[in-house]
């Protein structure tokens, strides 16, 4: 499907998601004001959506069609069908709440009163794009758990790189990548008196009332991704541990399936799921071929998105 290069993208999920338009769309963009819009969480697929058409809930797809809509008789072109399983629950259920914005053509991001515009605080990493492959990626050159570096065998983050899906919804490493990850942070968290079987599709889970819980989430090791150019995609606990029942919390990670390890011409790296992304700001800024992102602080969320407020 062909990309949307006349849009800038900036994500901040519980979902915030900001698109800026590319050189050929700057007079066009000067004309006109962003296009804002609530994001919905699907409780039963985890599929971000946005109400723009009709009322109609559009898929928010990073890796595809920016949307698509979820089976309106008119409906664009989907990556699923009409008939597809995905397809109805993703009808069928419909987030109560608004849990953040999208923004298409770049714009300020308002998250409280008194809070500065979040776009102001922004670090920038090359955005990377491939040949017949309409998802965006940055390039990581080492996984580390706060500040101990992953043994990732070497060249394995470079071949494939690190790529953004909002239409999957935990993180998935290649083999090579994923095997060490795990045995790190199992090591790291150094809590085996709180482990339990693991709960499928997660390979490391533990009993959630003895871990300790914080503003950002489980105290966990912090999931860095150290980037080009110098900067960290970091995930707290907020971002690196689901609970998948009322007592048990998973390192929400998955081993892809179907790849071989280091192969590049198949499969990322690894591939950062929406729950990655929730509540941090991610600018897509195509003109610039950059990515910007900023941690929002624990005393804030996308949900706290202001639509009034524009200065």
Known sequence: ?????????????????????????????????PVVVPVTKDPATKLYTIP??????LVVDLAGPLVW????DDHLPASLS????????????????????????GGPIYLGEGLPDFTSTLEYTPLV??????????????????????PVPRGALAAGGVALHTSIPYGLLRPDVFRPFVQAFEKGLNRSDAKVAAVAPFALCYRSAML???????????????????NNYTMTGTNS???????????????????KPGDAAGSPAVILG??????????????????????????????????????
């Not at 499907?1 to 800038?8: I, K």
């Not at 809509?69 to 309106?72: D, E, F, G, R």
């Not at 629950?89 to 923004?103: E, F, H, Q």
Request: hydrophobic fraction near 45%; proline fraction near 4%.
């Open 212 to 230: 300790w819980n914080t503003r950002t989430g489980y105290f966990v090791p912090a999931v860095r991704l150290m980037l080009a150019g110098g």
């Open 1 to 33: 499907m062909p990309r949307h290069g006349n849009l800038a993208a900036a994500a901040t999920l519980t979902l915030l998601v900001l698109l800026v338009a590319p050189a050929s769309c700057a007079a066009a963009a000067a004309r006109r004001d």
């Open 82 to 105: 009409c008939q597809d399983p995905t397809c109805r629950l993703a009808n069928a259920y419909r987030a109560p709440t608004c849990k953040g914005v999208a923004i298409f053509g």
């Open 274 to 311: 929406g729950f990655q992304m929730e509540n941090i700001v991610l600018q897509f800024d195509v003109e610039k071929q950059r990515l910007g992102l900023a941690r929002l602080p624990y005393y804030t969320s996308c949900s706290n998105f202001n639509f009034t407020k524009t200065h």
């Open 52 to 57: 723009v058409r009709f009322y109609d809930n």
């Open 129 to 150: 794009t491939k040949k017949d492959d309409p998802a965006y990626y940055i390039t990581a050159n080492a996984i580390a758990l706060d500040d101990a570096r992953v």
């Open 241 to 259: 541990m689901v609970d998948v029942n009322s007592k048990t919390a998973c390192l929400a990670f998955v081993e892809m399936k179907g790849v």
């Open 69 to 72: 809509s979820t089976c309106a």
